[in-house]
């Protein structure tokens, strides 16, 4: 039996005991009748789905984001690592753990990565989209420094929502060069900045500040309405000319690409055509190298179904 072990060090057939985070959690009855959780289990290396059979209780959805204390195998499902667990309860006020080492964190240097977003919207030449830019970090800095970018699928760690928008950036501020007898440089790095910043009310976060469910108005709004709402009504306040504010409010509610995958409207200008362009190569290439962690070098890993359900391949 092994204690603790990273779970990105974990390998088929290891019996291991530790604590975890329970970062998502599913109660469900087999076709027979009897009880078990589907959940999803977590530390700073990576995260597992694992499975807790003949179960009833009491640990539900209700508990996502709390520590628990596991003992359990690494078992195999379809080609892809699982946990199946003999035995899980909560941690209890006297239990003795890391909490450092149960939370991932993004492997940036955020103060670093903080300037140099600074240092690109300072260099934006339109006065306006500049000085909403600015507005808009400020007044969201906390939680844009700190967030994850999502619950589960890409950069769902501290400061995801910084990388993932601060690697977009960087895409995007070429891109705009290599483009810029058709792309508005302004308009490019100022709507990549804003695109995800109402993520920070998409989700209800855990004491730890990772993601364990959408909220109300998540599920209601969505971080696309609510991310053009916000900027309809800085660029209110701020006298910003309404076509700037129209366009990146455009760009916001379109960068998901298509209906099918959350967009409120399709991109109809250059920069939020990019824009989906470059948020989508970023996403994926997150949750390429996220299978690249438990997928040995010449190997396809197991169906992704964020990557359309396809398998991939680890070369070296």
Known sequence: MD????????????????????????????????????????????????MVWDYAGPISGAD???????????????????ITVDKLRLAAADDQYDTAALVPTAPIDADAALR????????????????????????????????????SVHHAFIHGLLMHTFHMLKTADFLSGLYGDVVNRSLMLTGTLLHDFEKREEFTFSQLGLVTEYSVKGQLLGHLVMGAQEVAAAAAELAIPEEKSVLLQHMILSHHGEPE????????????????????????????KGSF????????SGRIYALDGKRVYRHE
């Open 3 to 50: 204690y603790n072990v990273k779970i990105g060090d974990m390998a088929l057939g290891q019996k291991f005991e530790g604590f975890y985070v329970l970062y998502e959690a599913f109660p469900k009855t087999t076709a027979t009748g009897k009880p078990f959780l589907s959940a999803g289990l977590s530390d700073c290396t990576g995260n597992l789905p694992a």
């Open 64 to 82: 996502a984001g709390k520590v628990v204390k596991v003992r359990g195998e690494v078992t195999e499902y379809k080609g892809a690592l699982q």
């Open 116 to 151: 140099e977003i600074r240092s690109l919207i300072a260099s934006v030449a339109d006065a306006d989209y500049r000085r909403l830019a600015e507005t808009l970090l400020d007044r969201n800095l906390e939680s844009f420094r700190s967030i994850p970018a999502a619950k």
């Open 261 to 288: 995958w959350g967009a409120a409207v399709r991109p109809m200008c250059a920069e939020a055509e990019l824009l989906s362009y470059i948020d989508l190569i970023d996403s994926r290439m997150e949750i390429y």
């Open 293 to 300: 962690e438990t997928t040995p070098v010449g190997e396809f």
